[in-house]
């Protein structure tokens, strides 16, 4: 794997966010080759089969988490192998969107919390809850959109996953809840990426009750983006993901930096941050390419290369 600040694809594109999500991508594509290197076990304990699954066709990377025996809980291995599997050539001019889906019925059920006992020790469990927080915001950190496809229970750090998404879809029977209260441990961690997605008194009744909500009333709080029948929860979400390909890689990932940028930005920030990256997105060669199919009544045909039309 070439380092991504390297590739004129992703490093233009990040260049227009300099800051610390640029380093925290970076660093983590550095953690990420050391795990090859160090051989970190990410195999289920209850046999060979991975815990997480990789797939990758016509542009769109498929991880699949793969541990329905323990319910897919984030487990520290878990955690890596997922890590893993988003950055594993992630720098790839291929590469134009990420699906997360689940084996079995439940999405996630949160952290393992069998490595949660005191018999762990606080230097596990700060590891645990780091692994998880870089993969949370690596998530949004990488230029590719993120898609959630969740046929299921999302419980905890599992619904925070949901959470940290660009985009979820949701089956009619999924349920989304952060039950940690109920086990004597809040959903701290969780609530950040849930906080940033519901009504702030959703969220808190979700977190002090732990009592479930369903796919539509998390669609009406905007914490998933579409409800579907089961039996269509694929082909809608392969239809968002083709759509997504559709369009020039390097202008999506400049409009997902900024869109990230922009929103943790006071409201005039936000509009001097969006105003300089939309003459950015114009110089591009594919923002002009855009803008000239759209004249001559013509579909555009995309570069798909952060190469600049005009200074």
């Known amino acids: 794997m070439t380092d991504v600040i390297d590739r004129p694809v992703c490093g233009s594109v990040v260049k227009c966010s300099r800051n610390m999500a640029l380093c925290r991508f970076v660093r983590l594509?550095?953690?990420?080759?050391t795990t090859l290197v160090t051989g970190t076990r990410l195999y289920s304990q209850t046999g060979p089969e991975p815990l997480t699954v990789k797939q990758q066709n016509n542009g769109i990377r498929r991880i699949i988490l793969n541990n329905p025996k323990k319910r897919n809980a984030l487990s520290l291995s878990m955690l890596e192998s997922l890590r893993e599997n988003i950055l594993s050539d992630i720098d790839r001019d291929d590469l134009r969107?990420?699906?997360?889906?689940?084996?079995?019925?439940?999405f996630s059920s949160g952290h393992d919390l069998k490595e949660l006992t005191s018999a762990q020790g606080r230097q596990y469990h700060t590891q645990v809850f780091q692994t998880c927080a870089e993969v949370m915001t690596l998530i949004q950190d990488i230029p590719v959109p993120v898609i959630a496809m969740v046929n299921g229970v999302a419980t905890a750090a599992g619904c925070q996953l949901v959470a940290s998404c660009d985009i979820a879809v949701a089956t009619e029977k999924s349920?989304?809840?952060?039950p940690g209260v109920n086990v004597g441990l809040f959903c701290s961690t969780p609530a950040v990426a849930i906080g940033r997605a519901v009504p702030r008194k959703v969220a808190m009744e979700m977190l002090f009750t732990g009592t479930p909500i369903s796919a539509h009333d998390a669609l009406l709080h905007g914490l998933i983006s579409k409800v579907v029948?089961?039996?269509r929860l694929e082909e809608e979400t392969l239809s968002i993901a083709q759509r997504v390909c559709e369009a020039s890689g390097p202008v999506v990932a400049l409009g997902k930096a900024t869109f990230h940028r922009q929103m943790a930005q006071g409201r005039d920030a936000a509009y001097a941050t969006a105003s300089k990256v939309m003459v950015d997105n114009l110089a591009l060669r594919?923002?002009?390419e855009g803008i000239r199919a759209f004249i001559e009544k013509r579909k555009p045909v995309w570069s798909h290369k952060a190469e600049k039309a005009h200074e």
């Open 29 to 33: 594509l550095q953690v990420s080759r």
């Open 97 to 106: 969107v990420i699906i997360i889906s689940a084996k079995g019925p439940v």
């Open 175 to 178: 349920t989304f809840a952060t």
């Open 229 to 231: 029948p089961e039996e």
């Open 286 to 288: 594919d923002g002009q």
